[in-house]
């Protein structure tokens, strides 16, 4: 009876042994599916993070590109129009000296034919 007893403890602890290696195989198997899963979902929240960086840095690109372009046409026109201005002045400029030196020559010219008219009444011969 004492073999049987100690068969049947036998018997007993080795079916809980079995029994706990199997639990722990099927915990160990969750645990590595679990994993599995949250890997997984890891990879596609940074994905999805990823993605939706990608979207905001090209927006923020594309308004750049926009503003840059709106500074360029702005820097573009105040450009022109100083151009502009200086073009103006210098062609103001340019009347005003022509219209000096017409006057001196004019001047010039008036003395010349006074000082021939002088000359001539002198004289009285027209030279």
Excluded: H, W
Aim: proline fraction near 1%; glycine fraction near 2%.
């Amino acid at each position: 009876m004492k073999k049987t007893l100690t068969a049947f403890v036998a018997g007993i602890f080795l079916s809980g042994l079995l029994f706990a290696v199997t639990v722990s195989a099927q915990n160990t198997t969750s645990s590595a599916s679990e994993e599995a899963t949250i890997n997984k979902d890891s990879v596609a929240t940074e994905k999805a993070l990823r993605a939706e960086y990608d979207a905001k840095i090209k927006a923020l690109r594309a308004e750049l590109a926009v503003k840059l372009k709106e500074l360029r046409a702005q820097r573009k026109a105040k450009l022109d129009a100083l151009k502009a201005r200086v073009k103006e002045a210098r062609e103001k400029a340019k009347a005003e000296t022509k219209a000096k030196r017409d006057a001196a020559k004019a001047k010039v010219q008036e003395a010349k034919d006074k000082v021939k008219q002088k000359r001539s009444s002198n004289t009285g011969t027209p030279q």
